[in-house]
Each structure stands twice: as structure tokens, then as C-alpha cells.
């Protein structure tokens, strides 16, 4: 029994010891929850920034009862502001009733109820999101100014 509780104890602590050490933190989450930015942080054994992941979801446009969220974009910092800014620059570049792909992401720039909007494609699956060309630029300044207050 003693052996049986020792190599317990041995296997938690060795678990605990190597476990990697992580935090979420909220970048951009309104309270209507159609929108939510955040970053995931490991750290190594030093608490030293080991990587961060961005997360960039949205609400599936396709449900009006069901709340479902897609993924905009994911990824390091900079992969996220790349995507990002390409969108900017495919809507600043075109008129409504253009599409393209932008890293795998099928991307659609159209008149909605008289306003200009992007759709925004799930990679690989049906779900999108809608999005004006200004709220886009708005998500990526406020990923940009919080990576440059937690730049470390």
C-alpha cells in the first residue's frame, strides 16, 4: 500500500513539476459577446514568455437563436496582424462584390443593408462571420496596443 501511495504521490508531483504553465488573457471581450480576442501565453520553467497565441473568434452570421463562434484568424502576433492587415488592404483596394482568399480564408466584400461589409469564411468550413472594413481596423489597433503594453 505504502509502494501504491508513494508512486501516486511521485507521479503528481512529477506532473506538477513539468506541467507548462499558462495564461488566457482578454484582449477584446465586449459584454454582447460577439466578439472575443485573446491571448494564450505559455510560459517555460524560468516564467519566462515561452510563445503566445492570438485568438481572434467572431459570431456565426448563419444562426440568429444558436450562438456559435467561428475563427477569424489564430496564431503569433505577427501571423494575426498579417492576415489582418491583407483584409484591410482587400477592402481598402476594392469595391463591394469582390472576393479573394486570404491564407486559406475565403474572403467577400459586400453592399449589406447599404453599408459596406467583409464576410469572412471559417477555414474550411461554412461558418462566417460579417464585419465592416472600420471594426476590423478597430480589433487589430487594439491587438496592436496591447501587444506593445505587454511586450516583454
Given at each position: 500500500m505504502k509502494k501504491i501511495l508513494l508512486f501516486a504521490f511521485a507521479l503528481l508531483f512529477s506532473v506538477g513539476i513539468f506541467a507548462q504553465k499558462s495564461k488566457k488573457v482578454e484582449i477584446f471581450c465586449p459584454n454582447n459577446g460577439g466578439v472575443s480576442i485573446t491571448a494564450h501565453i505559455n510560459?517555460?520553467?524560468?516564467?519566462?514568455?515561452?510563445?503566445?497565441?492570438?485568438?481572434?473568434?467572431?459570431?456565426?452570421?448563419?444562426?440568429?437563436?444558436?450562438i456559435e463562434y467561428i475563427t477569424v484568424c489564430s496564431g503569433n502576433y505577427d501571423?494575426?496582424?498579417?492576415?489582418?492587415?491583407?483584409?484591410?488592404?482587400?477592402?481598402?483596394?476594392?469595391?463591394?462584390?469582390?472576393?479573394?482568399?486570404?491564407?486559406?480564408?475565403?474572403i467577400s466584400y459586400d453592399k449589406l443593408m447599404g453599408g459596406k461589409n467583409l464576410f469572412i469564411y471559417e477555414k474550411g468550413k461554412n461558418g462566417y462571420c460579417i464585419i465592416s472594413p472600420k471594426y476590423l481596423t478597430k480589433f487589430k489597433d487594439k491587438i496592436i496596443d496591447w501587444e506593445k503594453k505587454n511586450k516583454k
Open positions: 510560459y517555460n520553467e524560468d516564467n519566462k514568455i515561452k510563445d503566445t497565441t492570438i485568438l481572434f473568434l467572431m459570431r456565426d452570421a448563419r444562426y440568429t437563436q444558436l501571423e494575426v496582424i498579417d492576415f489582418l492587415q491583407q483584409v484591410e488592404k482587400f477592402a481598402k483596394e476594392n469595391e463591394p462584390g469582390m472576393s479573394t482568399t486570404i491564407e486559406g480564408s475565403s
